[in-house]
């Protein structure tokens, strides 16, 4: 089930990206594993917990799961049914995995818009105007850069934030803005992705965007010496 | 009738080839611009309160990654010799040993895919050795391995839980009868096929080999310890030592240590050359290298790439389900059913009939995800038990994944197997019967799942 069929040629720079993202999905879900373990132990044995704990790992919960959608998209691992465009010739397949990727660009597109407007009040920044598109920004929407994380500490990296987003009142936990702000990155990314693959589609190199089970098959046959039919 | 727009889109898109998590998430998108004020900016939040404001969610990485961990090989191995020394010498020994193994196997993980892959790999090359039929063999283990997701711990049983509101470790007791009733009735089918055929038998080899199968997979069989007491506690002594979430992050840490340091299956002292894995006096320094090693990076990063795909599809269900409980459909159909005079059993009926469509195209946790919220407060005015419900549904995922054309187990048991899709299908149809007589048992006779959550744990209070 792990394995995608990447049949394109990998540059030096396509080989550290997939290093470099492949590495972040690991350590977070280790990370997150080990404060959950960590939290337990000290709970039982020193009767004492890390009280922002739970918090930070459901902060990473969702870093990793937004981080990994794009990288889905580039490997081409979304699941999805292909028991319909399996049974068209291949011109009607190019049609259909045309529209799937107008689907998702607009996914995407509209994941965007509503990241950032979602994010910019925490940044003390300004949301986008319109409903479906964004039109130019919106004025006078309420600051919501005091808000701060429930139980997360602050940390001294983060601490130019105060002058620079909370009129230089300091903060005693960590602004929501710094969680907050994987939405807008990883919905850039996968927006990156998605463009991507949607121009492999048109020039002919990617045939889906979801994970193909029947070449699937063929791989993992070739790889077990049983090729018979 | 918006609503049928709605859903007709997302089959559409569906159907065209989009990948499930966009396709409820563009439809519900579009849906909420086109006919409510609800703006794009919380549609962004509820897909990042998905999991962030999620703890139940949260034991599934965990559950998937101790999944992960135990998969590495060694334990499906020795899981299956203790399994042949136990059942071996019956008639059809090798499948029933085989369907043993992966009842046992699910007990560590909670997904069936992985228990296909587990045990599949090993016995059903196995089995073919033996003279069996390659169907035969990919048959049982397709669907023996769906038995994934009912005996605990469960994906699918957590993903319910969330939806609902109710208990994971009701869900999770609820499963247990069920399970080996599921187990046992496809264990039986073998036995008087195998009669019948006059299958090969193996040879008993005695208590000893019990024993010394059993000494060796005992650090994997002690996974199941750790997460029953973990989540039960021992009866008479103490309550509860962890919630679900915990006892998966201390599942996947145990698993990881077992496979690193005790059968050195991966890591820094597994064995490389043929001589044989490494001793850790020899080696010490493997206690901090073993975190940072190839094979370590490597299985979390698979067990995160899954968890990203499922969890991609069930945020957008999510977001989905919000939009059905906004515009107040659940009770809405909660009213037409109840007004159309439905009892309890044409209501159950139904609900079976609807999985089943919706398991023929859906990934069971996104379907249970949408589904759930649908029918749970009419089962509820009915008087049906919720966890009851619960299994019910379980059961139907478990058919799904064994029907074409999305049954996630005949993609990997036709990868295992090394047969066309097709085949895979034909050979699952004569247990896929043994599963459907077991639903039915399950619908209508509610005790299967409700004695033990109830006996344990007291009566199910609904609070809503």
């Known amino acids: 089930m792990t394995h995608t069929q990447d049949k394109l040629p990998q540059t030096p720079m396509a080989r550290f990206f997939d290093g470099l993202e492949e590495n972040i999905i690991a350590g977070i879900l280790g990370v997150m594993t080990l404060i959950t373990f960590v939290n337990v132990v000290l709970r039982y044995v020193f009767n004492h917990s890390l009280i922002w704990g739970l918090e930070v790992v459901l902060i990473l919960f969702a870093w990793l799961v937004l981080l990994g959608i794009s990288y889905g998209f580039k490997k081409t691992s979304h699941l999805g049914v292909d028991a319909v465009i399996n049974m068209l010739p291949s011109r009607g397949q190019r049609v259909l995995a045309i529209i799937s990727a107008i689907a998702c660009l607009a996914y995407a597109g509209l994941l965007m818009k509503g990241a950032w407007d979602y994010w910019a009040p925490f940044a003390a920044l300004q949301p986008t105007e319109g409903r479906w598109f964004p039109l130019g920004f919106t004025e006078n929407v309420r600051d919501r850069a005091f808000y701060v994380t429930d139980q997360v500490p602050m940390l001294g990296i983060f601490r130019w934030l105060e002058d620079a987003i909370n009129y230089g009142d300091s903060y005693d936990k960590l602004p929501r803005v710094v969680p907050y702000a994987i939405l807008p990155f990883s919905a850039a990314l996968i927006l990156l992705r998605v463009v991507q693959a949607t121009i492999r589609i048109l020039q002919g190199k990617q045939h889906s965007l979801i994970v193909s089970h029947e070449a699937e098959d063929e791989v993992e046959r070739v790889a077990h010496g049983e090729y018979e039919e | ?464």
Not at chain 2, 3 to 32: E, Q
Not at chain 2, 125 to 134: F, L, S
Not at chain 2, 365 to 380: E, W, Y
Request: aromatic share 10%; proline share 5%.
């Open chain 2, 1 to 464: 009738m918006d609503v049928v727009f709605l859903f007709v889109m997302v089959i559409g898109l569906l159907l065209i080839g989009v990948p499930i998590a966009v396709s409820l998430g563009l439809s519900s998108m579009i849906f909420l611009l086109v006919f409510s004020d609800t703006s794009l900016a919380s549609v962004a939040q509820s897909l990042y309160q998905a999991m962030a404001g999620h703890y139940t969610l949260l034991a599934i990485p965990f559950f998937i990654l101790a999944s992960s961990f135990m998969s590495t090989g060694g334990v499906a191995k020795r899981i299956v010799r203790f399994a042949i020394a136990c059942v071996g010498h019956f008639h059809g020994g090798l499948a029933i040993a085989g369907v043993f193994a992966c009842m046992i196997f699910a007990a560590l993980s909670g997904s069936s895919p992985a228990t296909v892959v587990a045990i599949g790999s090993i016995v059903i090359a196995a089995m073919r050795q033996m003279g069996y039929t390659k169907d035969f063999a990919a048959g049982v283990i397709a669907n023996a391995g769906t038995l994934g997701i009912l005996i605990p711990p469960s994906i699918v049983m957590v993903v319910y839980a969330s939806a609902t509101d109710v208990s994971v470790g009701r869900m999770f007791l609820a499963g247990v009868i069920p399970g080996l009733l599921a187990g046992t009735m496809l264990m039986l089918a073998i036995y008087v096929i195998a009669r019948i055929k006059k299958l090969p038998k193996g040879e008993w080899a005695g208590w000893g080999e019990i024993g010394s199968a059993f000494r060796e997979a005992f650090w994997g069989l002690m996974l199941i310890v750790i997460i029953m007491v973990g989540i039960y506690g021992v009866p008479g002594l103490t309550g509860a030592i962890f919630t679900p979430t915990e006892a998966a992050a201390v599942a996947s840490i145990y698993a990881f240590l077992v496979a690193s340091f005790v059968y050195r299956d991966m890591g820094p002292l597994a064995d490389r050359d043929g001589t044989g894995p490494t001793s850790l006096m020899a080696k010490p320094q493997a206690l901090v290298t073993a975190f940072f090693h190839k094979d370590t990076r490597h299985t979390l990063f698979d067990a995160g790439k899954l968890t990203i795909m499922l969890m991609f599809i069930i945020a957008n269900a999510l977001i989905l389900k919000h939009v059905l409980t906004d515009e107040q459909i659940p009770q809405q159909i909660a009213q037409a059913m109840l007004s159309a005079g439905f009892g309890k059993i044409m209501f159950l009926v139904m609900v079976n009939v609807i999985l089943l469509i919706g398991g023929q195209f859906m990934e069971p946790s996104g379907l249970i995800v949408i589904v759930a919220p649908l029918v749970f407060p009419i089962a509820i005015e009915l008087g049906v038990d919720p966890i009851h419900l619960g299994i019910i549904m379980v059961v139907n995922m478990e058919i799904g994944m064994i029907t074409p054309p999305v049954g996630l187990n005949l993609f990997v048991t036709s990868g295992v197997a090394g047969m066309p899709m097709m085949a895979v299908v034909r050979a699952a149809l004569p247990f896929l019967a043994i599963l459907f007589v077991f639903l039915i048992l399950v619908t209508y006779v509610p005790w299967i799942s409700t004695y033990l959550p109830t006996t344990l744990m007291g009566p199910e209070i609904i609070t809503n």
